[in-house]
């Protein structure tokens, strides 16, 4: 829909995305009820930024007599599609959308959409350094999403020449029915399966991201990621790959050998930039960087903008951020790994003594795995959180000879901080790596991880 004059609208979820997608509904001339089951209290700002406009607010609770005033239901990111009033409004029949689709539907300039479990943030933001370091004069790099910007409530403003880099989680694509023109599926493993409630509809709701191309976009999948390559029959147009092993000879993607990024193309390959360019620790970031050049090769953007976008980029905040070096110990913020998958990858970024902070609220993910590599990679476990019990059954008993020598269980998140501080010794690392989300203390990771910034910053 592209036309929302006069349209009903009921907007679900008053954050980022619901406030932006309120304004831009609302300057398009249609009449907007910005709901949330936040008390009207703690949505009192909120309420206020939007006493000038012809908004409604409605705070407090989800009245379903909300959809008897509306034609169209719009979706912020996490909220669940067994919530009452998306299942009345469902089997009413009214149409469901969201943000990214109002965008997709309206935008002018070519698309870049880029999903997966795991490094989308980390990839979406190399990618966007590469565009800005590309574009010319007039032109501009739009890059939000899933992160930073909703740029829906910038549509007015992107010309048809700019370019556009989205970050699109599975619960944006959920809603989705249009692809971008150059559309990326970095990963696919276990997360969120409490909002999907398997990996086949998990799986599914990041495949829409390839679903609705043409015979004349790019697909860019992970050669060596089996979810990701399970995609390649959804392929309808041209394929870029990446990995770290070679790909054969005549297909187009990137890979490493161990000194450079490679790209190898079907008239041959060229080096990139040397693994030296990249300042982010692991191997999975290496990863990253292989994918942002697939992603930007398909684009069209030259090799000079690829290490232009590389080159002293340091990570994004929340994804194994160095905080601070504290009487010789090391306390890392990687707030942002929300998934087990996750906490694995910053663990393995890591060769020093580590003390590993774990907890928060389980998605309904397995843990055996992390279980059995914290045995064998980490010091000290500290477990906090709603999760605590799920995590200690799954790391049960210390066993000799492995290098875990301690496991114990806080009481709350600035508990686990206090006991960290206590054993930490000079050559440690500390890693907030949670594996969980953060809702059971906090609104979100960042708030989780700012808490953490402000707490270490804070040691005598």
Known sequence: MSNWSAKRVLIIGAARQGQALARYLSSQGARVILNDKRSGTEMNDIRTSFDSTSVECVFGEHPLDLLDRVEVVCLSGGIPLNLPIVQEAVKRGLPLTNDSQVFMESVKAPVVGITGSAGKTTTTTIVGRMAKAAVKSSRQAWIGGNI?????????????????????????????????????????????????????????????????????????????????????????????????????????????????????????????MSLDTILLRGEHNVVCVLAACAIAHAVGLSIESMVAGVKGFTGVEHRLELVRNWQGVQWYNDSIATAPERTMAGIRSFTEPLILLLGGRDKDLPWEDLARLVHNRVDHVI??????????????????????????????????????????????????????????????????????????????
């Open 148 to 272: 930073g910007l909703p740029l829906v409530e910038y549509l007015d403003e992107i010309a048809a020449d700019d370019i556009v880099i989205l970050e699109l989680s599975s619960f944006q694509l959920e809603q989705m029915s249009i692809s971008p023109n150059v559309a990326a599926v970095l990963n696919i493993t276990p997360n969120h399966l409490d909002r999907h409630g398997s990996m086949a509809a998990y799986s599914a709701a990041k495949a829409r991201i390839l679903d609705f191309q043409k015979t004349g976009d790019t697909a860019v999948l992970d050669r060596e990621d089996k979810g990701s390559w399970d995609l390649l029959p959804n392929v309808k147009g041209r394929l870029v790959s990446f990995g770290i092993k070679q790909p054969p000879i005549g297909e187009t993607g990137t890979w490493s050998d161990g000194r450079n990024i490679i790209l190898q193309t079907a008239s041959g390959s060229e080096k990139v």
């Open 383 to 460: 477990v906090f959180g709603e999760a605590s019990f799920k995590i200690t059954a799954a790391l049960g008993q210390l066993t000799p000879g492995e290098r875990l020598s301690s496991i114990a269980c806080a009481s709350d998140f600035q508990d686990a901080l206090y006991r960290a501080a206590q054993i930490a010794e000079q050559g440690d690392v500390v890693l907030l790596s949670p594996g969980c989300t953060a809702y059971d203390a906090f609104r979100d990771f960042e708030e989780r991880g700012n808490y953490f910034k402000k707490w270490v910053n804070n040691l005598p």
